[in-house]
C-alpha cells in the first residue's frame, strides 16, 4: 500500500530534523573546536558535499535544471556563515532559539500570505504554533542561567526555575560582561600581594627582569597555578565546570546584540530558503530540484568565498587557514548529512506547504539538544534536564496541533 501525499511529508520533515539536528556532531569534535576554523572555510567544505553528494539522484531522475535552484543556495550559503558567526557571538542556544523562533515565523508567512496556502482551524493552528515556539525557546534556554534576587518569599522559586539562580561569589566573578573570554584574572588577597610585589622588585635586580603575569587561561592551561598561587584553587576547579564557569561568560553588548541581529538574519533567510522550491514548475519539484540547489551551491560558494577571503586580508586578518587534516573530512561529513535534511525539506516543502512542511523540520532543536545531552554532556543540571524533556513535550504538542488541525 503506498503512502499518501500527506503521510510522505511528515515522514520527510520528521526525517529534515533528525540530520539538521545532527549535522553538527562531526564538528564539535575536540581537535576541529580546537582550530578554530573560519566559518567560511566550513562552508566550503559544506558546499563541496551537498555538490557531491546531490548527484546519486540522477541516478534514478532525469536532469532538469532550474535557475531557482540557483536562488535557494544563494539564500542558504550565506545563512550558514551568519549562523556559525552568530554562535560564536552568543552562544548555540540562544542563536538556535532565535534562528529556529524566525525560521517558523517566515516560512508560515510565506505559506499563507504569499503562495495562500490554506489552513483548517486558523486558532487551532495558531496554538500548535504558540506551543512549537515555546518548546524551541524553552529547550534553547534551559540550560542557561541569569542572577536573580528574588524576595524571601519567592526564593522557592530557585528549586523549579531552571534558568534562574542565586548570586554566587565565583560565578559573579566569572561572568562579568567585560571580562575578556580568554584570560580571567585571579586575585590574591592583601598579604599574598604584598608579598608578590616584593618578589617582583627582586626580581628588577636580576639580569632578565621578566614580571610574572598572574592569569588564568583557558582552555589551554599549561601549569598548575594551585601550585603557585593556593588562593586560586577554587577558581580553578570552577573552571573545571563548563555550567558554572567560562561557558556562561556574558559577551560584551555590542557583540551580544550583533550576534542577536545575525541569528534573526539567519531566520529569515532560513526562513526564505524554500521559496524557491516553491517557485519552479511542478516537473522540477522535488529531486530534481535537489540537482538544482548543488549546481547553485557550488556557484555561489565559487563567489561568496573568494570575496569573503579578500575582505579578510584586507582587513588585515590574513588567509584562513582550511586546516585540511583537523577539518575537511568533519566538514564534508556534516555536508553531507546537512544535505541528507535539505532533502527531506523539499520534500517536506512539496507536500505540507511552506506554512507547515518547514516550520516542523525546526524540531531539530530536539534532537540538537538530545545528542548535547547524550554525546557532551552540555546539559547535566537535573532541573535544566527536567525543563528539557518538559519543554520538548510541548514542542512535540505543537506538532500535533499542526499536523491535525492546519
Given at each position: 500500500m503506498?503512502?499518501?501525499?500527506?503521510?510522505?511529508?511528515?515522514?520527510a520533515?520528521?526525517?529534515?530534523?533528525?540530520f539538521?539536528?545532527s549535522?553538527?556532531?562531526?564538528?564539535?569534535?575536540?581537535a576541529?573546536?580546537?582550530?578554530?576554523?573560519d566559518?567560511?572555510?566550513?562552508?566550503?567544505?559544506?558546499?563541496?558535499?551537498?555538490?557531491?553528494?546531490?548527484w546519486i539522484?540522477?541516478?534514478?531522475?532525469?536532469l532538469?535544471?532550474?535557475?531557482?535552484g540557483?536562488?535557494?543556495?544563494g539564500?542558504?550559503?550565506?545563512?550558514?556563515?551568519?549562523?556559525?558567526?552568530?554562535?560564536?557571538m552568543?552562544?548555540?542556544?540562544?542563536t538556535?532559539?532565535?534562528w529556529?523562533?524566525?525560521?517558523?515565523?517566515?516560512?508560515?508567512?510565506w505559506?499563507?500570505i504569499?503562495?495562500?496556502?490554506?489552513?483548517?482551524?486558523?486558532?487551532?493552528?495558531?496554538i500548535?504554533?504558540?506551543?512549537?515556539?515555546?518548546g524551541?525557546?524553552g529547550?534553547?534556554?534551559?540550560?542557561?542561567?541569569w542572577k536573580?534576587?528574588?524576595?524571601?518569599?519567592?526564593?522557592?522559586?530557585?528549586?523549579?526555575?531552571?534558568?534562574?539562580?542565586?548570586d554566587?561569589?565565583?560565578?559573579?566573578?566569572?561572568?562579568?560582561?567585560?571580562?575578556?573570554l580568554?584570560?580571567?584574572?585571579?586575585e590574591?588577597?592583601?598579604?599574598?600581594?604584598?608579598?608578590?610585589?616584593?618578589?617582583?622588585?627582586?626580581?628588577?635586580?636580576?639580569?632578565e627582569?621578566?614580571?610574572?603575569?598572574?592569569q588564568?587561561?583557558?582552555p589551554?592551561?599549561?601549569?598548575?597555578?594551585?601550585?603557585?598561587y593556593?588562593?586560586?584553587?577554587?577558581?580553578?576547579?570552577?573552571?573545571e565546570?563548563?555550567?558554572?564557569?567560562?561557558?556562561?561568560?556574558?559577551p560584551?553588548?555590542?557583540?551580544?546584540?550583533?550576534?542577536?541581529?545575525?541569528?534573526?538574519?539567519l531566520?529569515?533567510l532560513?526562513?526564505?530558503m524554500?521559496?524557491?522550491?516553491?517557485?519552479v514548475?511542478?516537473?522540477e519539484?522535488?529531486?530534481?530540484?535537489v540537482v538544482?540547489?548543488?549546481?547553485?551551491?557550488?556557484?555561489v560558494?565559487?563567489?561568496d568565498?573568494?570575496?569573503?577571503?579578500?575582505?579578510?586580508?584586507?582587513?588585515g586578518k590574513?588567509?584562513?587557514?582550511?586546516?585540511?587534516k583537523?577539518?575537511?573530512?568533519?566538514?564534508?561529513?556534516?555536508?553531507l548529512?546537512?544535505?541528507?535534511?535539505?532533502?527531506c525539506s523539499?520534500?517536506a516543502?512539496?507536500?505540507?506547504?511552506?506554512?507547515?512542511?518547514?516550520p516542523?523540520?525546526?524540531t531539530?532543536l530536539l534532537?540538537?539538544?538530545?545528542?548535547g545531552?547524550?554525546?557532551y554532556?552540555?546539559?547535566?543540571r537535573?532541573?535544566?534536564?527536567?525543563?528539557?524533556?518538559?519543554?520538548?513535550?510541548?514542542?512535540?504538542?505543537?506538532?500535533?496541533?499542526?499536523?491535525?488541525?492546519?
Amino acid at each position: 500500500m503506498s503512502l499518501s501525499e500527506s503521510a510522505i511529508g511528515y515522514l520527510a520533515a520528521g526525517g529534515a530534523a533528525f540530520f539538521y539536528g545532527s549535522m553538527a556532531i562531526p564538528i564539535k569534535l575536540p581537535a576541529v573546536i580546537k582550530a578554530n576554523v573560519d566559518p567560511m572555510v566550513f562552508q566550503c567544505y559544506y558546499s563541496f558535499a551537498v555538490f557531491c553528494s546531490s548527484w546519486i539522484v540522477v541516478l534514478f531522475q532525469p536532469l532538469n535544471f532550474s535557475w531557482y535552484g540557483i536562488l535557494g543556495a544563494g539564500l542558504w550559503v550565506p545563512a550558514s556563515v551568519l549562523a556559525i558567526t552568530a554562535i560564536n557571538m552568543i552562544g548555540m542556544a540562544l542563536t538556535a532559539g532565535i534562528w529556529s523562533g524566525t525560521t517558523i515565523l517566515v516560512s508560515f508567512l510565506w505559506g499563507t500570505i504569499i503562495f495562500k496556502e490554506s489552513i483548517n482551524n486558523w486558532f487551532l493552528t495558531i496554538i500548535g504554533l504558540i506551543l512549537l515556539l515555546s518548546g524551541i525557546g524553552g529547550i534553547a534556554l534551559c540550560n542557561q542561567q541569569w542572577k536573580i534576587t528574588l524576595p524571601p518569599n519567592w526564593k522557592f522559586l530557585y528549586k523549579f526555575v531552571s534558568c534562574i539562580r542565586e548570586d554566587d561569589p565565583v560565578q559573579e566573578n566569572l561572568t562579568q560582561p567585560d571580562t575578556p573570554l580568554e584570560t580571567i584574572s585571579c586575585e590574591l588577597n592583601p598579604t599574598d600581594r604584598e608579598s608578590h610585589e616584593l618578589e617582583n622588585k627582586q626580581q628588577t635586580t636580576e639580569p632578565e627582569p621578566e614580571c610574572e603575569t598572574i592569569q588564568l587561561e583557558w582552555p589551554n592551561e599549561s601549569d598548575s597555578l594551585e601550585q603557585k598561587y593556593p588562593e586560586a584553587k577554587v577558581l580553578n576547579q570552577s573552571m573545571e565546570q563548563p555550567e558554572k564557569s567560562v561557558m556562561n561568560v556574558q559577551p560584551q553588548k555590542h557583540v551580544y546584540l550583533m550576534g542577536i541581529l545575525c541569528a534573526m538574519g539567519l531566520g529569515i533567510l532560513y526562513g526564505s530558503m524554500m521559496v524557491p522550491a516553491k517557485l519552479v514548475s511542478e516537473d522540477e519539484q522535488g529531486f530534481p530540484y535537489v540537482v538544482s540547489f548543488a549546481i547553485g551551491a557550488a556557484i555561489v560558494t565559487l563567489i561568496d568565498a573568494p570575496l569573503y577571503f579578500g575582505i579578510q586580508i584586507f582587513r588585515g586578518k590574513g588567509t584562513p587557514d582550511f586546516c585540511f587534516k583537523v577539518a575537511a573530512i568533519p566538514g564534508i561529513v556534516s555536508g553531507l548529512v546537512w544535505n541528507a535534511g535539505n532533502i527531506c525539506s523539499i520534500f517536506a516543502v512539496k507536500y505540507l506547504g511552506m506554512a507547515i512542511g518547514f516550520p516542523l523540520t525546526q524540531t531539530d532543536l530536539l534532537v540538537f539538544g538530545f545528542w548535547g545531552m547524550l554525546l557532551y554532556r552540555e546539559i547535566t543540571r537535573p532541573l535544566a534536564i527536567i525543563s528539557f524533556f518538559a519543554y520538548a513535550l510541548l514542542l512535540l504538542a505543537g506538532d500535533v496541533f499542526l499536523s491535525l488541525f492546519a
